[in-house]
């Protein structure tokens, strides 16, 4: 069984760890033929929210790096066009995958991929190591790795594979062949009109002020600012109830 050597590496930065609820900041990928590096694709994304500062201490990605950055909206046909038809590959790719594909599922496009998992192969033949992380593998392994950034991960991966598929590939080839990509996800609607019209008495009320790009709380009601034209309905229907709990009061709508 040969191993697959044509792939697209690709790895993601994000405001969190939910699909469901946090947003893209970065993408990268690297294109491999016959094992090497031939192309690359690296972008920022804008979340239309601030930063959490967590995810600034991980990445050192902060709000001015995404601030004038494309929406993923704008930036997806681009990152789907590189991919093509080619197998994934990753490290805990399921993970990466999830955000692209509801990303992809909200423009009502497809994105049916399969899949090669670092992780799952080292886990594999790991299994005795301290941690399976990328950044852990890399030291073991003496591959470079600037670590959470898009594209130093997504090449620090394609790199891992080599390395585990040259040790290991031999013994288990099932391990390093691509599987499909499984992630269910259903489409977001964006906010309602009566919603945003609630969001905007309530920023009245509670004396919250818009600046720039993204809606800036005061006193922390919230964690994180949110651009109000990008919000969704269901990201709506949390702010308002984050509002009102904060305050501890109820509002006639």
């Keep these: 069984m040969n191993i697959p050597m044509n792939y697209v590496a690709f790895d993601i930065e994000t405001t969190g760890l939910n699909p469901k609820y946090d947003k893209i900041i970065e993408i990268g990928a690297v294109k491999v033929r016959d094992g090497e590096l031939a192309e690359t694709f690296s972008t920022f994304v804008n979340p239309a929210r601030s930063l959490p500062a967590r ?13 004038q950055a494309p929406y993923i909206d704008d930036i997806l046909d681009a990152f789907l066009a590189f ?13 990466d995958y999830s955000f692209v594909k509801k990303a992809a599922v909200n423009q009502k496009k497809s994105f049916e991929k399969l899949g090669i998992d670092t992780l799952r192969i080292a886990k594999r033949f790991l299994n005795e190591l301290e941690s399976r992380q990328l950044g852990y593998l890399c030291d073991y392994y003496h591959i470079e790795l600037e670590a959470h950034r898009a594209l130093n991960d997504a090449v620090a991966a394609h790199r891992l594979y080599r390395v585990m598929a040259s040790e290991y590939g031999g013994r288990e080839d099932e391990l390093f ?15 309602t009109p009566r919603q945003l019209e609630l969001l ?12 720039g790009f993204v809606l800036d709380p005061v006193e922390n009601v919230t ?17 308002i109830d984050r509002l009102l709990a904060n305050f501890g009061r109820s509002y006639s709508s």
């Design 55 to 67: 995810i600034v201490e991980l990445t050192g990605i902060c709000d001015a790096d995404v601030a």
């Design 83 to 95: 991919t093509g038809e080619d197998v994934l590959l990753g490290h805990n790719i399921l993970f």
């Design 223 to 239: 964690d994180e600012s949110i651009d109000l034209e990008k919000i969704t309905k269901n990201e709506a229907s949390r702010l």
């Design 177 to 191: 062949q691509p599987k499909p990509l499984i992630y269910t996800v259903k489409k977001e609607n964006p906010a």
């Design 200 to 211: 905007q008495r309530l920023i009245v009320q509670y004396h919250l002020r818009c600046e």
